[in-house]
């Protein structure tokens, strides 16, 4: 498991566990199938159909190896917070019934919970991300801090993920599908012409350089702008110095059309456990 997934990890166990020691009061149980409902919240809204057939055919062979977790909604009816992929499978093989694991979780821990499995398993579009964090910041406990910590992820990353939601819904439709990416999508928030532009990446399959280019003038302006570094790289360079554990830097020439990227390291074990990791 890599560092960011460790930290993942840690926030998905702190939602699971308590000082009201709701692990004492879980219990592994087996659910006729058309008692759980999927949860509303559910930030990953679209899945792959090949994806469920291959579950649904290891699921036919195997049953399912890991539970589906809920919490309870009324006498009869259950609530997935997470495992819907799994509950999806199942119906499609044929189950009648379903291992699960009950949980007492407020709606900000099954919405917590839900986002960080799917970031796990890195299942989200960056749309369906957005409006997670979105979603779960709009609740008055909690903060963009206590997000970043909860996920694993830096806040710069989360407010850049978030303003992507102002943009038009026919590019994040197009962002959705795969065919904008996210270093493309940044560059035209705050675009008059972003939609058009939009097209023009798509046609002409253009770079995010080539796009930087196009879109400046429509950036605010700021002082010694020659000597700053564009905040796009700088949201990079915490994402991969997050991922990877070691301060990074990412130039460009200036043309902008090739760079590098240099790791910092701070002590010879350090330099060992990179050159492994590069060499695997």
């Given at each position: 498991?890599?560092?960011?997934?460790?930290?993942?990890?840690?926030?998905?166990?702190?939602?699971?566990?308590?000082?009201?020691?709701n692990?004492a009061?879980?219990?592994?149980?087996?659910?006729?199938?058309?008692?759980?409902?999927?949860?509303?919240?559910?930030?990953?809204?679209?899945?792959?159909?090949?994806?469920?057939?291959e579950?649904?055919?290891?699921?036919?062979?195997?049953?399912?190896?890991?539970?589906?977790?809920?919490?309870?909604?009324?006498?009869?009816?259950?609530?997935?917070?997470?495992?819907?992929?799994?509950w999806r499978?199942?119906?499609?093989?044929?189950l009648?019934?379903?291992?699960?694991?009950?949980?007492?979780?407020?709606?900000l821990?099954?919405?917590?919970?839900?986002?960080?499995?799917?970031?796990?398993?890195?299942?989200?579009?960056?749309?369906?991300?957005?409006?997670?964090?979105?979603?779960?910041l709009e609740?008055?406990?909690?903060?963009?801090?206590?997000?970043?910590?909860?996920?694993?992820?830096?806040?710069?990353?989360?407010?850049?993920?978030?303003?992507?939601?102002?943009?038009?819904?026919?590019?994040?439709?197009?962002?959705?599908e795969?065919?904008?990416?996210?270093?493309?999508?940044?560059?035209?928030?705050?675009?008059?012409?972003?939609?058009?532009?939009?097209?023009?990446?798509?046609?002409?399959?253009?770079?995010?350089?080539?796009?930087?280019?196009?879109?400046?003038?429509?950036?605010k302006?700021?002082?010694?702008?020659?000597?700053?570094?564009d905040?796009?790289?700088?949201?990079l360079?915490?994402?991969?110095?997050?991922?990877?554990?070691?301060?990074?830097?990412?130039?460009?020439?200036?043309?902008?059309?090739?760079?590098?990227?240099?790791?910092?390291?701070?002590?010879?074990?350090?330099?060992?456990?990179?050159?492994?990791?590069?060499?695997?």
């Open positions: 498991m890599n560092q960011e997934n460790k930290k993942l990890g840690r926030g998905l166990a702190s939602l699971f566990s308590s000082s009201d020691n692990f009061k879980d219990n592994l149980k087996h659910l006729n199938i058309s008692s759980i409902m999927p949860n509303k919240e559910q930030p990953r809204k679209k899945f792959d159909s090949s994806e469920l057939e579950l649904t055919a290891s699921i036919k062979a195997q049953g399912i190896l890991q539970p589906i977790v809920v919490r309870k909604k009324s006498e009869n009816l259950y609530e997935i917070v997470a495992g819907e992929r799994r499978a199942a119906q499609s093989a044929g009648h019934e379903v291992p699960t694991i009950v949980k007492q979780l407020s709606d821990e099954v919405i917590q919970a839900a986002l960080i499995e799917n970031l796990q398993r890195e299942n989200l579009n960056p749309v369906e991300e957005a409006r997670a964090y979105k979603n779960i609740n008055k406990e909690v903060t963009p801090e206590s997000l970043s910590k909860i996920i694993g992820k830096s806040r710069s990353h989360i407010s850049n993920t978030v303003r992507l939601l102002e943009l038009n819904n026919q590019i994040l439709e197009y962002i959705e795969g065919r904008l990416s996210m270093g493309h999508a940044r560059t035209l928030i705050g675009v008059p012409n972003a939609l058009e532009l939009a097209k023009e990446i798509i046609d002409k399959k253009l770079s995010v350089r080539d796009i930087e280019k196009s879109t400046s003038k429509y950036k302006s700021r002082p010694n702008k020659k000597n700053l570094k905040p796009n790289i700088i949201d360079e915490k994402e991969l110095s997050e991922k990877i554990g070691l301060k990074t830097s990412i130039q460009f020439n200036d043309q902008g059309s090739s760079g590098s990227i240099t790791l910092y390291y701070s002590d010879l074990d350090q330099l060992d456990d990179l050159m492994k990791r590069l060499k695997r």
